[in-house]
Each structure stands twice: as C-alpha cells, then as structure tokens.
C-alpha cells in the first residue's frame, strides 16, 4: 500500500510526498495517481521519498515514464531523501544518473 499526497505546490515546483511500498500490486494506482498529478502542472516535480520503504522495478519503471512525460516540457523530477534501500535501487539501476536525487529541499 502507499500513499500520494501533494504537499506544495508553487510557481516554480510541486513537491509530492509518496509513503508505503510501490510493487507489481500497487503500481497501476500509483501510475494513475502520479501522472495525474505531472499532467495538471507544467513544472518541475519534487518527489519526497523519505518515507517510501520499498520499490520495485515496476516503480521504477513508472519513475522513469513520469520523467519523460515532464521532460517533455523542459521540466525535471527531483528524488529528495530516498531510503537508504531505495537509494541502493537507484544506484545499481543506473537511475542516479538519470534522476537528480537531494539529501534535503534546498
């Protein structure tokens, strides 16, 4: 299970706070959710993993078509304060060099 809130929401940036687990059960809803909310704004997206204990390579997956779709406005998805596990997923998949991933919002 996992949740999607949007928590701000300015001129420059949205920042999304997603929490709980995205899997092969739950990434059709999050893909619902996530590219519902990219394709209201024109921006970039600041997505808060901090509380995300797990993704799978469908998530990912999903991350990277939600990137694309923005990067298709000239805009970016940011990944702020990955897990440790799921910083380790970005790594081995190569995505920490697809992905600009912060520590903390600046």
Known sequence: MFELNVVTN???HCTVE??????????PDFRDKLYSVISEEEKDFIL???????I??????LLVGALKRVKEHQHNIIILNPQ???RKLFRITGLDRVFIIK????
Not at 18 to 27: A, K, N, P, R
Not at 48 to 54: A, G, I, M, T, V
Not at 103 to 106: A, L, Q, R
């Open 10 to 12: 300015d001129e420059k």
């Open 18 to 27: 997603i929490s709980g687990e995205i899997d092969l059960y739950t990434g």
């Open 48 to 54: 808060d993993l901090s509380k995300l204990n797990y």
């Open 56 to 61: 799978d390579s469908m998530g990912l997956g």
């Open 84 to 86: 440790n596990n799921v």
């Open 103 to 106: 520590e903390k919002e600046s």
